[in-house]
């Protein structure tokens, strides 16, 4: 019976987790469209979207960074840590789990300044 309840509750725990934005890199070369001029910064290839955001984000040095997505209000709906290194790197956002409105992302050193944000709208 302990085994049958331990269970359940894995089931419940697991089916009530809130489902994560997936971030993924791209190795190819930069798109003018995604080019940016400055040290630092986030550009993002379209701002509507509807299943995935393709951006660049161009570093002043290899190591970690965070990449947020806000709502309107400005409420964090979801952050992932990133390795990436110096210069442009390709990034893709997947928004599928994202109800239709509008969206900020933002590119954060690990101790949360801001290094670019753009906004986008989720069809």
Known sequence: MKKILSLLLIL????????????????????????????????????????????????????????????IEGTLISQEIILANEGNNLLKVYVTTLPSSSYKLELTELNHKLLGSETIVVN
């Open 12 to 71: 419940i725990v697991l089916g009530c987790a809130q489902e994560e934005i997936y971030i993924e890199e791209v190795s190819i070369d930069i798109p003018k469209a995604l080019e940016i001029k400055e040290l630092v910064g986030l550009k993002i290839e379209s701002a509507i979207v509807e299943e995935e955001v393709r951006m660049n984000v161009k570093l002043p040095y290899s190591g970690e960074y965070r990449v947020k997505v806000r709502d």
